[in-house]
Each structure stands twice: as structure tokens, then as C-alpha cells.
């Protein structure tokens, strides 16, 4: 059994691979054996994580920059991959906006502005159907299946507790969970049931994966808050997340399509 954990000679391709998720990821994957293409909107970053991968792994690796909301982009960045590494096996559909004005980003919903909508939205669902249209393409064309795994939160199942907010903040910025984004990971999930049936007859698994909240510069007030509403008591590791990514992977799962892993500490349990 556990050999069929194992994702040698397969090639992956992580979107959001310079993030914080992203990089737990692509080492993840990277351990595991796979070949990865780093892809990031900011390409020193993901040509930086896969010079990493490379030289603590020992697997092959390129970095990308890739505009996943661009249809021309991600074209591009397809023919490298397959000009490179000859398949693609497995996406992990990853990457995510929270916008490049936090300000606008987490303005009252009562204010917010339908520019500030629809540019989190072009990243958050069009970039997913755009990468898992294109790689799900590929997949059909090798004719041997493979695995997208996408990444919600834990806010596209659960609406945000909005007492924890008071006197929180992100990098400096007073914060709160918006609307689009709970909206655009709950259509990630909506995705990913689609997807699952349209091509469970072809070989082509996709599963969700719903990580709940992980430090990653958040104030000791917000840290303190969230932690109270979970049951084990803290935020997570980003390293608590790669197991189920592995495990949807790989072969150990190949019996597993449409569903969403939750790795919120228990948080949605009450």
C-alpha cells in the first residue's frame, strides 16, 4: 500500500507556487518524487522555489510566470510544460487573489465595488476553469487519467465568525473575510463536483481540498481569536495540509473523485 503513494516520474503542475500553501506543496509533491512546474504570477519567486526544489529534492523542476486569469498565458505556459516534461499528471489548482489593494479588498460589503469583485473573481474561478480546462484537455489527450486537486477554504463552507475581526489585522491592515471571497471558494467547490462526474468515465479524478485558518501574518489578537473557535485549540501548520494533498495525488486515492477534504482542526464540526 504505501507504494502507491509514491508520484515518481509524474509531473505536477502547482499554480500559486511561491505562496505560502504553495511552496508546502510543491516540496510535498517534490518529496513524494514528482516532477513539478512551479507557477506563480510573479516569476523570479516561482523560478526561485523551483531552483529550491531541485537542489533539496533532486527532481526536475521549472518556474513559471503565469497569469492564470489570462487565456493567452496559460496557453503559453501549457506549451512549456509539455515542451519540458512531455505530460502532465496531476494540477493542484491552487492559486488565489486577495487582491492588489487590501483596502478595496476588504472594504464593507455595503461599499464594494464591483471592479474590486470581478478582479478577485478572475483569478479565484476564472483562473481555476481556465487551468483545469486546459490541463483537463491534456489529460484527455494522454488517455491515462490523472488528478486536479483544487483548494477552497474553509469560508467557501462556512460563513466567517465576524467577532473575531475586532482588532485584527493582516500585515498592518485591519481585516475581515469579504464576500467574494467565501463566494468564489464555495464556486470552487461547485467546480470540482462538475468536474468530477463530467470526467469520472475518462480516468480524470478532482477533488477539493479546504484548508481552515493558517498563520501567515495575521496580529496576535487575530491568531488568539481564531484559535478560540477551534476545537484543537490553534490555527494550522501549512505542512498540516500536504498529506491530503499527496493522498489525492496518488494512487491511494484512486478510488476517490468529487470530494472535499476539510483540514480545519475541527472548526466545522461545531
Given at each position: 500500500?504505501?507504494?502507491?503513494?509514491s508520484?515518481?516520474?509524474?509531473?505536477?503542475?502547482?499554480?500559486?507556487?511561491?505562496?505560502?500553501?504553495g511552496?508546502?506543496?510543491c516540496?510535498?509533491?517534490?518529496?513524494?518524487?514528482a516532477?513539478i512546474?512551479?507557477?506563480?504570477?510573479?516569476?523570479?519567486?516561482?523560478?526561485?522555489?523551483?531552483?529550491?526544489?531541485?537542489?533539496?529534492?533532486?527532481?526536475?523542476?521549472?518556474?513559471?510566470?503565469?497569469?492564470?486569469?489570462?487565456?493567452?498565458?496559460?496557453?503559453?505556459?501549457?506549451?512549456?510544460?509539455?515542451?519540458?516534461?512531455?505530460?502532465?499528471?496531476i494540477?493542484?489548482?491552487?492559486?488565489?487573489?486577495?487582491?492588489?489593494?487590501?483596502?478595496?479588498?476588504?472594504?464593507?460589503?455595503?461599499?464594494?465595488?464591483?471592479?474590486?469583485?470581478?478582479?478577485?473573481?478572475?483569478?479565484?474561478?476564472?483562473?481555476m476553469?481556465?487551468?483545469?480546462?486546459?490541463?483537463?484537455?491534456?489529460?484527455?489527450?494522454?488517455?491515462?487519467?490523472?488528478s486536479?486537486?483544487?483548494?477552497?477554504?474553509?469560508?467557501?463552507?462556512?460563513?466567517?465568525?465576524?467577532r473575531?475581526y475586532?482588532?485584527?489585522?493582516?500585515?498592518?491592515?485591519?481585516?475581515?473575510?469579504?464576500?467574494?471571497?467565501?463566494?468564489?471558494k464555495?464556486?470552487?467547490?461547485?467546480?470540482?463536483?462538475?468536474?468530477s462526474?463530467?470526467?469520472?468515465?475518462?480516468?480524470?479524478?478532482?477533488?477539493?481540498?479546504?484548508p481552515?485558518?493558517?498563520e501567515?501574518?495575521?496580529?496576535?489578537?487575530?491568531?488568539?481569536?481564531?484559535?478560540?473557535?477551534?476545537?484543537?485549540?490553534?490555527?494550522g501548520?501549512?505542512?498540516?495540509?500536504?498529506g491530503?494533498?499527496?493522498?489525492?495525488a496518488?494512487?491511494a486515492?484512486?478510488?476517490?473523485?468529487?470530494?472535499?477534504?476539510?483540514?480545519?482542526?475541527?472548526?466545522?464540526?461545531?
Amino acid at each position: 500500500m504505501i507504494n502507491s503513494f509514491s508520484l515518481k516520474n509524474k509531473v505536477a503542475i502547482v499554480t500559486g507556487g511561491a505562496g505560502i500553501l504553495g511552496q508546502a506543496f510543491c516540496n510535498g509533491l517534490a518529496q513524494a518524487g514528482a516532477k513539478i512546474a512551479v507557477l506563480d504570477i510573479r516569476n523570479e519567486e516561482a523560478c526561485e522555489v523551483a531552483e529550491q526544489l531541485k537542489n533539496s529534492h533532486g527532481i526536475d523542476a521549472i518556474g513559471l510566470g503565469c497569469d492564470i486569469a489570462s487565456p493567452d498565458s496559460v496557453d503559453s505556459m501549457m506549451s512549456v510544460v509539455m515542451d519540458t516534461f512531455g505530460e502532465i499528471n496531476i494540477l493542484l489548482n491552487n492559486a488565489a487573489s486577495k487582491s492588489d489593494d487590501l483596502k478595496e479588498f476588504f472594504a464593507p460589503f455595503e461599499e464594494y465595488s464591483l471592479d474590486q469583485w470581478r478582479q478577485v473573481m478572475a483569478v479565484n474561478i476564472d483562473g481555476m476553469f481556465l487551468m483545469a480546462k486546459a490541463v483537463g484537455k491534456q489529460m484527455l489527450s494522454q488517455g491515462r487519467g490523472g488528478s486536479i486537486i483544487q483548494t477552497a477554504s474553509i469560508y467557501g463552507v462556512v460563513a466567517p465568525d465576524n467577532r473575531i475581526y475586532e482588532g485584527s489585522e493582516y500585515l498592518g491592515t485591519s481585516i475581515n473575510t469579504p464576500a467574494v471571497y467565501s463566494v468564489s471558494k464555495a464556486a470552487v467547490i461547485g467546480l470540482t463536483k462538475y468536474l468530477s462526474t463530467y470526467w469520472a468515465d475518462k480516468g480524470i479524478r478532482v477533488n477539493t481540498i479546504t484548508p481552515g485558518g493558517v498563520e501567515s501574518g495575521q496580529n496576535v489578537a487575530f491568531i488568539e481569536k481564531y484559535s478560540n473557535r477551534v476545537p484543537i485549540g490553534r490555527m494550522g501548520k501549512p505542512e498540516e495540509i500536504v498529506g491530503a494533498v499527496l493522498y489525492l495525488a496518488s494512487d491511494a486515492s484512486s478510488y476517490v473523485t468529487g470530494q472535499n477534504i476539510i483540514i480545519d482542526g475541527g472548526l466545522s464540526a461545531w
